[in-house]
């Protein structure tokens, strides 16, 4: 595949991903969050196999591909901890 056709995948499969989330009810952020993490882990196992072609644009695509998706996953997690920690109950105190 040429980096035309790639290109056109790409931006294609953005502007997708931009109304299925634009979309979501807000009720289901927390759910969505955790299979974005998912699809994040997938998107830097195929960011990898880029930065190991032998082109120089394909690594440095690549090492960007691989910085965005691992801070998708860092912030969706954290984002995903904080929500889970408001719906935790304090401890009853006993006098």
Same mark, same amino acid.
């Given at each position: 595949?040429?980096?035309? $056709?790639?290109?056109?995948?790409?931006?294609?499969?953005?502007?997708?991903?931009?109304?299925?989330?634009?979309?979501? $009810?807000?009720?289901?952020?927390?759910?969505?969050?955790?299979?974005?993490?998912?699809?994040?882990?997938?998107?830097?196992?195929?960011?990898?196999?880029?930065?190991?072609?032998?082109?120089?644009?394909?690594?440095?695509?690549?090492?960007?591909?691989?910085?965005?998706?691992?801070?998708?996953?860092?912030?969706?997690?954290?984002?995903?901890?904080?929500?889970?920690?408001?719906?935790?109950?304090?401890?009853?105190? $006993?006098?």
């Amino acid at each position: 595949m040429d980096i035309t $056709s790639s290109l056109f995948v790409f931006l294609l499969a953005t502007f997708l991903g931009l109304e299925v989330i634009r979309r979501v $009810s807000p009720l289901l952020h927390t759910p969505l969050m955790s299979l974005t993490n998912a699809i994040s882990a997938i998107a830097i196992v195929a960011a990898i196999q880029v930065m190991g072609g032998k082109t120089t644009l394909g690594t440095v695509l690549g090492t960007l591909a691989v910085i965005a998706a691992t801070t998708n996953i860092v912030g969706g997690f954290m984002i995903t901890d904080r929500m889970l920690k408001m719906f935790k109950r304090e401890p009853h105190k $006993s006098e």
